[in-house]
Every structure is written in C-alpha cells, then in structure tokens.
C-alpha cells in the first residue's frame, strides 16, 4: 500500500505511528521502513514504552489522554498520513494510578459517544481524523506477511477433539466479537471456560487456563465487520508464554485476518513450547 508522494519531493513518504504497546509497533516501523516510508513513531504514554526511538525516524511521545494534542502534534508534523499499531488496555481508563487526565477534546468526543466500547471509541477517533484530513490506513497494509496462514503452522497437530473445540469455539468468538466485548474465547471439551474482555487476551487464557487444568483450546477471531485500521486481532510470544502458564495445548487463529508479531520466533517458540497452532478459515 504505498502512500501518495509529491512528485516534487525526493523524500520517503512521511507515516506517522500512533503506538501503544506490544511487539505490533516495533514490527510495523521495521516493515513500512521496508516499505521506503519515513516512519515518526507517536508513543501514547501510558502505555507505550520508548522501544520505537531507536527504529523510527522520528519519535515522539504524548499522553494517553490528549487528543487535542495529538491532533495539534501532527499538524506541526505536517503529517498527513497514520497508522495505528499496539494495544491500548481500556482497563487504564479504570485504574487510578494510571493518572490519565484527558484534555478538552477528549472529553468532548467520549461526551458525543452512545456508549465507550472499543468500536465506538476507535471509529469516533478515526473520524475526527479525517475531519483533519489525515487518512487512516489498514495496520495489515504494512504487515502482510505477518498474517496467520491457512492450515497447521507447527509439527504437532490437533486432535479431532481439539477440532471440535475449535469449531465449537469459533462461532463464540464471532459472537462476543460482533457484540464488541473481545476477540479470545478459551475451550476445552464442547465448554466455555473464559471469554475475553476488558482485561485483554493474556489474562483470559490465564482464568480459562487454570479452570481447565491443562489442554485449553485458545481461538482467537477478528471481528464481524472487523475494521483493519484499529484493533486488528494479534498473537505474539506472550500469547504462547500465557498459554504455557496453564498448559494449553491449541493456538487456533483467524487465517488473513491475525497478526503474528515475528512470526519466524513465534512458530519456533510454540514447537519449542509443544503448542499446536493453526490458521483457520471459514
């Protein structure tokens, strides 16, 4: 996907990344660098850490909170053109320690908002973006060959026990999708044993791991109408360390549609780790 440039500019392509946290930022910078684009990396703090500055060719950091700010930041940045790539755990807006104080913008958006599920947050902010003039592009159009492919992605196969489960799970995961509530269900004989939500994929695999015991079916799922340019589904090496903790046995990932951040470390780490990881497509 490559980004429109004045024909009177030699410069790279200016994309500006709005980052949160999580391996998905530092990828994505690696790739659109890759891609010939001149990457100023956004940093939204809490929760976003300074892993960017030494990839990107620019970095920047901004407190979660401030959208007033970022839009003014990107402005004096003259840059026309964004990414969004990391999570951004909604649960910060709950903990006090966080200590984020929104500004007049902010408060203003989540006011004109029906209700503060993640859709509804991210749409309204890529809406006031575009007011701005600033196009949003799909996170997949830098990472491509970083989604989940169809089929088995490790030596060990699932059972057709695990297969029921999978099929099984599957259908709730679209479901508590299409309800925006989360992408991860975790199962084990025909039975929910913990639905993701506010609290992120990592901690469901660790409740419906433990009620488990051991050979959990982790499934992880875009949403319905997923919109590729926020909240695109990710697997990375946490998920398999998560998994690990409780001896879940089956990663199963919505082929085209999950991102697998350094997917090479992260098939190696699952063969290492004995999980079975499939790509599946329905």
């Excluded at 903990?95 to 991210?122: C, G, H, R, W, Y």
Aim: with cysteine; charged share 30%.
């Amino acid at each position: 996907m490559p980004i429109k440039a004045s024909c009177m500019s030699e410069k790279p392509d200016k994309l500006g990344l709005i980052a949160g946290m999580g391996g998905l930022p530092l990828t994505l910078a690696a790739e659109a660098k890759k891609m010939g684009h001149y990457v100023v990396a956004i940093a939204l703090q809490p929760p976003a850490d300074e892993s960017l500055k030494p990839i990107s060719d620019e970095f920047h950091k901004i407190s979660l909170g401030r959208f007033g700010g970022l839009l003014s930041l990107l402005k004096k940045l003259s840059i026309s053109n964004v990414v969004m790539a990391g999570k951004v755990p909604k649960a910060l807006l709950y903990e006090n320690k966080a200590n984020i104080i929104p500004d007049l913008k902010a408060v203003k958006l989540l006011f004109s908002l029906k209700n503060q599920s993640d859709d509804t947050i991210m749409s309204a902010v890529v809406k006031e973006l575009e007011k701005k003039g600033i196009t949003v592009h799909k996170t997949t159009d830098f990472t491509r060959d970083l989604l989940a492919t169809e089929g088995l992605m490790t030596r060990r196969k699932p059972s057709e026990k695990d297969l029921k489960d999978i099929h099984f799970g599957w259908d709730i995961a679209k479901e508590i999708g299409g309800l925006d509530i989360g992408q991860t269900v975790v199962v084990k004989n025909l039975a929910v044993m913990a639905v993701e939500a506010i609290e992120g994929t990592d901690q469901a695999i660790s409740r419906g791991g433990k009620l488990a015991k051991k050979d959990a079916v982790v499934i992880k799922v875009s949403k319905p109408k997923q919109d590729m340019r926020f909240d695109v589904p990710v697997a990375g090496v946490e998920t398999l360390r998560s998994m690990k903790k409780v001896s879940a046995k089956v990663l199963a990932l919505e082929a085209g549609k999950c991102i697998i951040v350094d997917k090479n470390k992260f098939i190696h780490e699952a063969d290492k780790s004995g999980i079975i990881v499939v790509g599946v497509k329905k």
